[in-house]
């Protein structure tokens, strides 16, 4: 039997900005239940599994199709703990009971704009060997060589006084993380510092459907800007 093709959904129970934020309702189901389903509909992954240290947040993940077969660490679920070590330790758990993963794919809980097809994108950029991590990236909205800084005074200062004169068309387009998913081949998980190097791969996502979501105002522009893709037909 070949080894699975692997979701994993990091979903800690300490959220405190927005209590509960994983379980919580957006636009009628709790927040993690779109990544579940958007990981079920792509018919990308053998096994869709999530890493929590809360028992409510692992009943919820159940009862929408997910696993939750175990419970992460309290180290690993304090504020100061990164997504790529929760991901190691679930592949060394999943090595460690008989299940040693293909290629893994970290999911976001709070990622309510992901689509099914972009993850099968993400999957089929693996497919070229030289490429170890395919993830979710987005323009940014405004020309980055036009950035400037705000002295303590007031005064402004471009960081790239060059590119003032610049066309917006004659600037190269800049991106930044969607902070969505990130597919990866479960050996280079294991070893990983840094995914923003040439053996990564970018699927690009449409501006409109990345929003991250940290505070109250930010929910409630998330919900408006859910309906409001639904409307266009593309939820």
Known sequence: MSA??????????????????????????????????????????????????DDEIASVAESWGAEAPFRRPADLSNDTAGTIPVIQHSIEWLAANGSAPNLVCCIYATAPFLDQSDLVKGRALLENPDFDFAFSVAAFAAPVQRGFTIAPAGGVQMMQPESFSKRSQDLEPAYHDAGQFYWGRAEAWRHVTNMFTPKSAAVVLPKYRVQDIDDAEDWQRAEFMFEAIKRMGEG
């Open 4 to 53: 699975p093709n692997v979701a994993i959904i990091p979903a800690r129970g300490g959220s405190k900005r927005i209590p509960r934020k994983n379980i919580r309702p957006f636009c009628g189901i709790p927040m993690i239940a779109h990544s579940i389903e958007r990981a079920k509909a792509s018919g990308a992954f053998d096994r869709i599994i999530v890493s929590t240290d």
